[in-house]
C-alpha cells in the first residue's frame, strides 16, 4: 500500500512511534542543500516541498556552479599527503587564510615526534609483506611534519595495487612485475642507484628512467614485486631533500606512467572514442561512459579555475587516488579475506593525461548540457597544457536521488548494503565516508539474490531484492591505511556546518561536528551511523515507494534504534536487518 493511502491500523508500531521524541517526520519544510543549481535561476535550490534557501546561508563560489560543499577540496586537506611538504603546506595556507580564520591544529593531536615517525616509515619500508588491515598502533599523526612521507604510502598503495593483478592495473605497471633480472641481483639492475641519490628530485626522476627501462624488459616474476616499488618509493624517502618532493610525478606512478598520456590514448582503451557519452559531474569530476566503464576526469595544478574553484593539486589527487585504491582492497583477494564487501565502487586503472578535451568528449559534454543544463564550465575553456587524472571506475548505476526505487524491499536492501559496507570499512580500515549524501549511492538493478559480505571472518550473504548499491566520492572521508590517517580537516571549513536549519543534510554535517568535536582526523565511527540515520529521512521523506504505514514506522523505529549504536558494525545486528542478512563461518 502506498505511504499516501493511509494504513489507519492501530498497532505495537504507533506505539512506538508515540514515544518518538525526535522524529521530525512531520513532513517539515527540507532542502537537500548538494542539490545542483540551475544557472538560470536566481535563488538557491529550491526544497523539494517548499522554500527556498536563503542566499545569505550559502557560501557561494564566484562561478557558475553554486553549492555550499563544493570547496572543500581546497580547504582544509591537512593530511599525511598534503601538509608534509612544507612547500605546498605554505601555498595551501595562503589559499586558505585568504577567506579563512587562521589554521589551528584540531584538538586532541598527539605531539609529533619527527624521529619517531622517520623510524617508523623506515621501518614500514624495510618489511616486503603488508599487513592485512591496520592495526592502532600503526597510527601516525603526521601532521605538519616536515619529513615528505608520502612515497612510502605510495609504496604500499602500489604493492597492494600489483599485488592484486585481477583488478587490472596499468598495463604499464604491470610490467614492472615482469622485471626477473631485478630480484636478482638489484645491484646489477642499477637499483642501488636510487638509494644513493642524493636529491628527491633527482632520485624521482632517475626511478622514472627505471620505470621506463622496466618497461622494455620482459617476462613476468612476482617475486620482483616487493623490490620493485621499494625502489620507487626508497629513492625520495631517503633523501635529505624532501622539500623538492615532486607529487606529480608519484601520482605518475600509481598511474603506471612515466609521461602523461591522452585522452584519446586511454579511452580508445574501453571503447571507440566517439561513442562516449557523459553521464554525470561533480564538483570537479566530469563522468563519462566509455563502453562498460566509467571514466572520471579531474583536472589538476592548472592556474585557472574550474567552475569558479581552484584546481586540485597533485597532492590531493594522490591522496584520493590512495583512498580509492585503499578500498579497493575490500573486494577481496587471495590475501585479503577477513573483511570484504563489493559496495565501494572500484577503480580499475588511473590515468594522468596532458591537453585539451578530446573533441568527442566535447561533444558529449554539450549533449549532456542540452539535456541537463551543466553547472560547469564549457571544458573547451581548458588551456592546452591542461593535466587531468582520469579515474576509470566501474558503471555504479544512477545516483539515489534520480533512482525510482519499486517498493520497500528495495528501500531495505539499499539500507543493509551500505550499513554492511560501511561495517566491513570501519573494521578493515576504521573508515568513515562522512558525506553519504544521496548523490554518492548508485543504484542499479543486477541480477543476484544475495550479496556475499566478510566482516571480521564472517560471510554474510545479504538479501538484495535485486537492487545494488555502490558508494562513491571519498573526498570527505576518513580513513586509516595502516601507515597513515587520511582524512579531510572539515574545523577549516566553518561554511559546511552552515547550510539550512532543519535540511537533513546540513543537520548530519552539523552532527558530525558534535560527534567529532571538531577533531576530524580521530576514529569517529558514529559519523556513519548519522549518515545512515539521514538515509532513513531521505527514505521516508524523500522519495517515493511502494510502503505501507507500517513500514514507515518500521523505519523510523530503526532510525530511533540507531541513536544507539556507536558504528555502523553495531548497527548491523540490528532486528531491521534480521531476515536480510545470513551469517555463516567462512
Ligand atoms: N562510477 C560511477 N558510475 C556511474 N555514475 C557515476 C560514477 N561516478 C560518478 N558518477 C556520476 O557522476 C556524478 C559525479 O560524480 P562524483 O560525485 O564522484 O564527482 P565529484 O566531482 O567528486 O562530485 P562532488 O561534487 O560530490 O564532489 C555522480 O553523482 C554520478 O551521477
Not at 563544493?70 to 611538504?85: D, K, M, N, Q
Not at 625520495?236 to 584519446?264: A, I, N, R, Y
Request: net charge negative; charged share 25%.
Amino acid at each position: 500500500m502506498s505511504s499516501r493511502s493511509g494504513d489507519k491500523r492501530v498497532d505495537l508500531w504507533s506505539q512506538i512511534i508515540a514515544t518518538e521524541s525526535d522524529d521530525q517526520f512531520q513532513h517539515q519544510q527540507t532542502a537537500v542543500v548538494y542539490t545542483r543549481k540551475n544557472p538560470q535561476n536566481e535563488t538557491l535550490p529550491t526544497a523539494k516541498h517548499g522554500s527556498s534557501i536563503p542566499k545569505n546561508r550559502v557560501s557561494l563560489a564566484p562561478g557558475k556552479r553554486v553549492s555550499w560543499n563544493r570547496s572543500l577540496f581546497i580547504r582544509g586537506r591537512t593530511s599525511i599527503a598534503v601538509v608534509a611538504c612544507d612547500n605546498y603546506g605554505r601555498e595551501k595556507e595562503k589559499r586558505i587564510r585568504k577567506n579563512k580564520p587562521p589554521l589551528a591544529r584540531a584538538k586532541g593531536v598527539p605531539p609529533q615526534n619527527y624521529e619517531k615517525e622517520r623510524a617508523y616509515f623506515q621501518e614500514v619500508d624495510a618489511f616486503e609483506l603488508l599487513e592485512e588491515s591496520p592495526s592502532p598502533q600503526n597510527k601516525t599523526w603526521v601532521m605538519g611534519t616536515k619529513n615528505c612521507v608520502i612515497p612510502s604510502h605510495v609504496s604500499t598503495v602500489l604493492r597492494k595495487w600489483l599485488s592484486n593483478r585481477s583488478y587490472g592495473p596499468p598495463a604499464s605497471l604491470s610490467k614492472i612485475l615482469e622485471t626477473p633480472e631485478l630480484s636478482k641481483d638489484p645491484v646489477h639492475n642499477g637499483a642501488l642507484d636510487f638509494y644513493s641519490k642524493n636529491t628527491c628530485s633527482s632520485s624521482l626522476v632517475g626511478s622514472t628512467h627505471r620505470i621506463e627501462e622496466i618497461e622494455t624488459e620482459g617476462e613476468k616474476d612476482s617475486e620482483d614485486l616487493g623490490f620493485a616499488i621499494r625502489n620507487l618509493s626508497l629513492s625520495s624517502h631517503d633523501s635529505g631533500l624532501d622539500e623538492q618532493w615532486d607529487p606529480l610525478l608519484d601520482l605518475l606512478k600509481v598511474c603506471g606512467q612515466s609521461s602523461s598520456s591522452t585522452f584519446s590514448n586511454v579511452i580508445s582503451e574501453y571503447c571507440d572514442i566517439q561513442s562516449i557519452k557523459k553521464v554525470g559531474e561533480g564538483t570537479y569530476g566530469e563522468v563519462f561512459i566509455a563502453g562498460s566503464i566509467v571514466c572520471k576526469v579531474v583536472p589538476f595544478n592548472g592556474d585557472k579555475l574550474v567552475n569558479g574553484e581552484i584546481q586540485k593539486k597533485a597532492e590531493e589527487l594522490l591522496e584520493e587516488v590512495m583512498l580509492s585504491l585503499t578500498l579497493n582492497e575490500l573486494r577481496g583477494n587471495d590475501t585479503h579475506t577477513h573483511n570484504v564487501c563489493p559496495t565501494f565502487i572500484q577503480t580499475l586503472s588511473l590515468r594522468v593525461c596532458d591537453g585539451a578535451y578530446d573533441d568527442a568528449m566535447i561533444r558529449a559534454w554539450e549533449e549532456w548540457d542540452k539535456k541537463h543544463v551543466s553547472e560547469n564550465d564549457h571544458p573547451i575553456d581548458f588551456a592546452e597544457k591542461q593535466r587531468f587524472v582520469v579515474f576509470v571506475q566501474e558503471h555504479g548505476g544512477q545516483d539515489l536521488e534520480s533512482f525510482v526505487l519499486l517498493n520497500f524491499n528495495e528501500a531495505r536492501s539499499l539500507l543493509v548494503q551500505v550499513t554492511v559496507a560501511l561495517a566491513v570499512a570501519e573494521a578493515a580500515f576504521e573508515f568513515e565516508h562522512r558525506d553519504l549524501h544521496w548523490g554518492n549511492i548508485l543504484l542499479s538493478r543486477k541480477g543476484s539474490e544475495t550479496l556475499q559480505f566478510i566482516l571480521d571472518g564472517k560471510k554474510m550473504h545479504v538479501k538484495t531484492y535485486k537492487l545494488v548499491a555502490s558508494i562513491i566520492d571519498f573526498t570527505l572521508s576518513r580513513i586509516n591505511t595502516g601507515e597513515s590517517i587520511l582524512f579531510l580537516d572539515l574545523s577549516l571549513d566553518p561554511g559546511l556546518f552552515e547550510g539550512p536549519k532543519g535540511d537533513k543534510q546540513s543537520e548530519t554535517y552539523r552532527k558530525m561536528k558534535q560527534v567529532t568535536e571538531d577533531c576530524w582526523e580521530g576514529s569517529f565511527p558514529k559519523t556513519n551511523v548519522l549518515w545512515l540515520q539521514y538515509l532513513v529521512d531521505i527514505l521516508l521523506q524523500k522519495k517515493d515507494y511502494d510502503r505501507t504505514s507500517k513500514d514507515e514506522r518500521e523505519l523510523r523505529s530503526f532510525k530511533k534504534r540507531l541513536n544507539g549504536y556507536e558504528s555502523a558494525k553495531e548497527s548491523v545486528v540490528d532486528p531491521f536487518f534480521s531476515d536480510l542478512i545470513v551469517v555463516s563461518d567462512i
